[in-house]
């Protein structure tokens, strides 16, 4: 049985550690948890504010009308593509809960 002894320059090291680390750092890009991002949109003009927002079972358009300070949550039903409401209520109604407690 014959020895081999294999010599490994200095570059040839260097060039390995190298390779090495890149295949660990995308390793680690590749399995890394992605942000989640939210994704709001906001119109509004004098009388009308509409915030659409992501949910669980789709978008929820959340309507607020300024001069009467009454918030609507509208969600769309796909099954009979229509706009159902699921709540109006005035805003006041969701801060003085906040304020009871």
């Not at 390793?27 to 927002?53: F, K, W």
Request: hydrophobic content about 45%.
């Amino acid at each position: 049985m014959k020895q081999v002894n294999i010599m490994v320059d200095k570059k040839t090291f260097t060039i390995g550690i190298l390779s090495l680390s890149a295949v660990i750092l995308l390793v680690a890009n590749l399995l890394a948890p992605r942000p989640t991002s939210a994704a709001y949109e906001t119109e509004h003009d004098n009388d009308y504010t509409m915030v659409i927002a992501p949910s669980t079972n789709g978008d929820v358009v959340y309507l607020t009308e300024k001069r009467s300070g009454k918030m609507a949550a509208v969600t769309f039903n796909v099954g009979r593509r229509t706009l159902v409401l699921q709540d109006a209520q005035p805003v006041q109604n969701a801060f003085a809960k906040l304020l009871r407690h």
